[in-house]
């Protein structure tokens, strides 16, 4: 099972972008989900989060400007990401803190699980 992460891309300050990110396989649960990005010489940063209820919240920095959802059916999690910013740029990654999916045919579950990256880079 991955979480497949999409959407990064170009933009132009003030664009906006939207990222994607479902699991493959079969997920019996995935509980909170969220965004984190990290940039160049920078540590990974908290940008969003979302529980299973649908209770948001955002890093300071995006507050206002990114809207985190998701969609419980396809265990996906979106990231609308609007007016940006050159500071934005990043790899952003999706994670989830706790996941329950088959492998051989077995449920198994796993805590702090992690997508690749997807390349968010915005021009001035």
Same mark, same amino acid.
């Given at each position: 099972?991955?979480?497949?992460? +999409?959407?990064?891309?170009?933009?132009?300050?003030?664009?906006?972008?939207?990222?994607?990110?479902?699991?493959?396989?079969?997920?019996?649960?995935?509980?909170?989900?969220?965004? !984190?990005?990290? #940039?160049?010489?920078?540590?990974? *940063?908290?940008? #969003?989060?979302?529980? +299973?209820?649908?209770?948001?919240?955002? #890093?300071? +920095?995006? *507050?206002?400007?990114?809207?985190?959802?998701?969609?419980? #059916?396809?265990?996906?999690?979106?990231?609308?990401?609007?007016?940006?910013?050159? *500071?934005?740029?990043?790899? !952003?990654?999706?994670?989830?803190? +706790?996941?329950? !999916?088959? *492998? !051989?045919?077995?449920?198994?579950?796993?805590?702090?699980?992690?997508?690749?990256?997807?390349?968010?880079?915005?021009?001035?």
């Amino acid at each position: 099972v991955q979480l497949q992460a +999409s959407g990064g891309g170009l933009a132009q300050a003030g664009g906006s972008l939207r990222l994607s990110c479902a699991p493959s396989g079969v997920i019996f649960r995935i509980d909170t989900m969220g965004w !984190y990005r990290q #940039a160049p010489g920078k540590q990974r *940063e908290l940008v #969003a989060t979302i529980t +299973s209820g649908g209770s948001a919240s955002y #890093a300071g +920095s995006v *507050e206002g400007r990114f809207t985190i959802s998701r969609d419980n #059916a396809k265990n996906a999690v979106f990231l609308q990401m609007n007016s940006l910013k050159p *500071e934005d740029t990043a790899v !952003y990654y999706c994670h989830t803190d +706790s996941i329950v !999916y088959q *492998e !051989y045919g077995a449920p198994v579950a796993q805590a702090d699980f992690w997508g690749q990256g997807t390349q968010v880079t915005v021009s001035s």
